[in-house]
């Protein structure tokens, strides 16, 4: 973490590399950072950016003793996404949804790159995070009421009931959180496609399946026929999200679109691929771009709603027009094809 008062000394490898004034890539060649006595760093432990205390590196640097860093804890101390996670006894993958919360994307901070949060923000959430008080009842939802949980906390308060048991069904879920039983099994589904789709990526053999991953994550057979349907397409959504991100990329450059934006990707019915593209550049050719797996590119008449309900394709006319060249034309041949 970084301690209180002390993030305008925060440096990077990149800060330490020109430091020493070599490149980064040849700085790491070296690892100066790996000799024995060179201060550790402040980040945490699994964190992919490594993030140093200046004055401890100056005073190594010029083979002064190193000073120590405070030990006490300060409500000012920034923590990273790892150290809030733990300082609430929640996984990062929770806390990547907790964060959303506008007290702490209003305390957020940033130093070196690296997103933190003021440790006073963070207990303070803590002390009213949502789910608390409903996961203390043993009775769910009431009849005749809405969940009791915001929905955009859903995801982040099932998430650590299925770490804690990864056979966790939506039964209890809905008693320990108080939603609704679709509610539950809908963030179920979800959290466990996205897992699933993880270990996938992260043991790539040919012969493990949605259906394998599932068994070597500990979830029932029984509970995960839609989540392993889902990884599927999570795991083409993932594959074709460059090609996406390059086509966002050539429409925002021929000036359709004012912000090269993430494509909305969406899996309608668990079972496909559709992505849309707003184009609100003063020139556009169309209101949206739509991307669907089997049918590719077609404009929508629509900014608010490009994507039709349930992702049913809409016939020709109306401002619907369906380009050529494919599922996965070039950028180019898309810009080609819409120039009028």
């Given at each position: 973490?970084?301690?209180?008062?002390?993030?305008?000394?925060?440096?990077?490898?990149?800060?330490l590399a020109a430091q020493r004034g070599v490149g980064i890539?040849?700085?790491n060649r070296l690892k100066p950072y790996a000799a024995e006595g060179f201060p550790a760093p402040v980040s945490s432990k699994e964190s992919r950016t490594r993030l140093y205390d200046g004055e401890q590196v100056d005073a190594y640097l010029l083979g002064k003793p190193v000073p120590p860093l405070p030990e006490e804890e300060d409500d000012g101390d920034l923590l990273d996404r790892r150290e809030c996670a733990a300082l609430i006894g929640v996984s990062p993958r929770s806390w990547d949804v907790y964060k959303n919360d506008p007290a702490l994307t209003e305390a957020k901070v940033e130093a070196g790159g690296v997103e933190h949060w003021p440790r006073r923000a963070v207990k303070e959430f803590q002390a009213g995070r949502p789910g608390r008080e409903a996961s203390a009842t043993a009775g769910g939802r009431p009849p005749r009421t809405g969940d009791q949980v915001p929905r955009d906390q859903v995801p982040a308060l099932v998430a650590e009931l299925l770490d804690a048991?990864?056979?966790v069904s939506a039964a209890t879920v809905t008693a320990q959180l108080g939603v609704h039983r679709d509610t539950a099994q809908d963030a179920l589904t979800r959290l466990r496609a996205?897992?699933?789709a993880d270990h996938i990526e992260a043991h790539p053999t040919p012969t493990l399946t949605p259906a394998a991953a599932a068994a070597q994550l500990g979830y029932p057979a029984g509970q995960v026929r839609r989540a392993t349907a889902r990884a599927e397409v999570v795991l083409r959504a993932r594959h074709v999200a460059p090609y996406l991100a390059g086509v966002a990329a050539a429409l925002h450059r021929a000036g359709w679109a004012t912000r090269e934006t993430e494509p909305d990707v969406q899996f309608p019915g668990d079972d496909r691929v559709v992505a849309a593209l707003v184009l609100d550049g003063a020139q556009a050719p169309a209101p949206?771009?739509?991307w669907d797996e089997r049918y590719g590119w077609r404009t929508a008449a629509s900014r608010r709603?490009?994507?039709?309900?349930g992702a049913v394709p809409p016939s020709e006319g109306g401002g619907v027009r369906y380009l050529t060249g494919g599922i996965t034309p070039p950028p180019g041949d898309v810009v080609t094809a819409l120039t009028p």
């Open positions: 973490m970084i301690r209180a008062g002390r993030q305008h000394l925060v440096r990077t490898l990149a800060d890539d040849r700085y048991d990864p056979a996205d897992r699933i949206a771009l739509v709603h490009p994507i039709t309900k």
